[in-house]
């Protein structure tokens, strides 16, 4: 069963071709990579498959049906796909613990002592116990990460889209955040993932998309790409990265 | 661990000798001194001094008019502080309309231009004249008549054209990746403004929205020309029937009495959130 189906999708700036006939799908379960080098397209391709950038031609289907499929709520859409960004984007003006609770509450309508709860599970379960009360700007900028993975979990996502939510922290606190995603991996999650830690695509990945002007140039499962690319752009690219020591 | 934002300077090993302690407030609060000094002597020996201090500085003319300049300047107040009230809600409306976007929308967001074009463009004053006594003189029932309800309403309509600028300014610093996140956890338009963009947008104005309360506070007096009898209103009167200027200085001192206080917030507002944005960059 394909989670997933990214369809010929082509996507302009301006007159800039950025994402050049894409197709790509996600089974249920599956971990996929997107690398590549900067302005290769890959945050772009991850923004069009919540419908946060508008594309200009294909298709993205969730569970068989488009994204814009009249029979998609926003709701329903927003609450199947959740999305972690390289900034956080937390809110600063909220408590870690309304941060979390706002889409459940006010979205989705849940009932508020029921979110909380969940939220505190979260918390409790990414070492964030205790903090549920602090503001954004009072943690560091690991743990504001973590809180903006509870933040997408707490609607109870089917898959989780990951925008390089890794390259805005500084090395030590990074281990902490990837071994997350490694948890929630085990745990079934699908994901997409945006990234630049080699060695990180590598352990969570079913499979590793290289991206390279738009298009995907090389899919293959990261034992292999890793070890034997076969597009000379990749093994150029993992070259560079080997040399400058990221691998 | 949570910073204040204000750190204080380490002690210092070395006591401050005398000099580097006191001199600067000396030096300064003396040439103070010295500038009013000359100006006061330059003043006080102008030819016509005396007819001016009698005419405008007549102790006895400002303890005789007082109470009732301070019964008008009762009026600047109430009215100043209701229009507050009134300006920071419906500026925001205002700026809610033109931040709206859809096709459902388009009417507000024409109308919240057309609205903020227009009455930018008009001098207070000629709103005040043309709502104080144009709308009265329509004579139509069911609206009120006096002239301080329709000045007021002159004076709040101009304010929140400014001020709703002001908002949609403090809506369009918040970053795009705000919305961002709004709009992927699943935020209607209306939640997103409501729950993220508004709350930070009002924090980002604040000191702005201040300095526009500093200027209403003066222009309130503009509501005199209608006959409300404010503090510049009852200085008026006294003056036509004394032909002493002694009222108008007596209502200046009241109205710097309750500006300088909220201007000096303002800065320390400013202050304050200026020290904010630059612990957030750094």
Request: hydrophobic residues 45%; positive net charge.
């Amino acid at each position: 069963m394909q989670k997933i189906e990214i369809e010929h999708l082509t996507k302009y700036y301006g007159s800039k071709l950025v994402l050049n006939d894409v197709s790509l799908n996600i089974a249920d379960h599956e971990v996929v990579s997107l690398i590549g080098a900067s302005g290769s397209g890959k945050s772009t391709l991850l923004r069009c498959v919540n419908d946060l950038v508008p594309f200009d031609n294909g298709v993205i289907k969730l569970d068989g049906l488009s994204i814009h499929d009249e029979k998609f709520s926003r709701h329903d859409l927003y609450k199947r796909l959740g999305i972690v960004f390289q900034s956080y984007n937390l809110f600063p003006h909220m408590t870690v613990l309304e941060n979390i609770t706002l889409a459940p509450c006010k979205v989705h309508k849940r009932p508020k002592n029921e979110s909380v709860e969940y939220a505190l599970e979260l918390l409790g379960l990414f070492d964030l116990d205790g903090f549920s009360n602090a503001y954004p700007e009072q943690l560091s900028g690991g743990q504001q990460q973590r809180v903006a993975i509870i933040r997408a979990m707490a609607n109870k996502p089917d898959v989780l889209l990951l925008d390089e939510i890794t390259a805005a922290l500084d090395p030590e606190l990074i281990g902490g955040v990837l071994s997350i995603i490694k948890n929630l991996r085990e745990k079934g999650m699908t994901m997409l993932i945006v990234t630049h830690e080699m060695g990180f695509a590598r352990d969570v990945s079913d499979r590793i998309c290289f991206l390279d002007g738009g298009q995907i140039i090389e899919e293959a499962p990261p034992a292999k790409l890793f070890s034997n690319p076969e597009n000379p752009r990749t093994k150029q690219f993992l070259q560079r990265i080997i040399e400058s020591g990221r691998l | 661990m949570i910073s204040k934002g204000h750190g204080r300077f380490p002690k210092s090993g070395r006591k401050l000798r005398f000099r580097d302690k006191y001199l600067p407030s000396i030096i300064s609060i003396s040439s103070v001194l010295l500038v009013i000094f000359v100006i006061s002597l330059a003043v006080t020996s102008a030819e016509q001094w005396p007819r001016i201090k009698a005419q405008f500085f007549d102790i006895n003319a400002m303890i005789d008019v007082f109470p009732k300049v301070l019964h008008g300047f009762g009026i600047n107040m109430a009215i100043w502080a209701i229009s507050l009230v009134v300006i920071a809600i419906w500026a925001l409306i205002l700026a809610i309309f033109r931040t709206l976007h859809g096709p459902w929308f388009t009417p507000l967001r024409i109308f919240s231009i057309v609205y903020i074009d227009l009455l930018r463009g008009l001098p207070s004053l000629l709103l005040v004249l043309l709502f104080g006594f144009g709308i009265p003189a329509l004579q139509m029932k069911g609206l009120p008549s006096s002239s301080i309800f329709w000045g007021s309403v002159a004076m709040i309509s101009s304010y929140s054209a400014y001020a709703a600028e002001v908002y949609r300014s403090g809506m369009e610093a918040v970053h795009d990746g705000q919305k961002a996140a709004a709009k992927a956890l699943g935020l209607s338009q209306w939640q997103t403004l409501r729950y993220a963009i508004i709350p930070q947008a009002i924090r980002n104005v604040i000191p702005s929205l201040l300095n526009l309360a500093v200027a209403l506070q003066k222009d309130v007096a503009l509501l005199s020309v209608l006959g409300v009898r404010d503090a510049v209103r009852e200085a008026q009167i006294y003056t036509a029937r004394t032909f002493n200027y002694s009222s108008l200085i007596a209502a200046a001192v009241l109205f710097l009495i309750a500006t300088i206080p909220l201007a000096r917030l303002t800065d320390y507002v400013t202050q304050k959130d200026r020290a904010r944005r630059l612990q957030k960059t750094i």
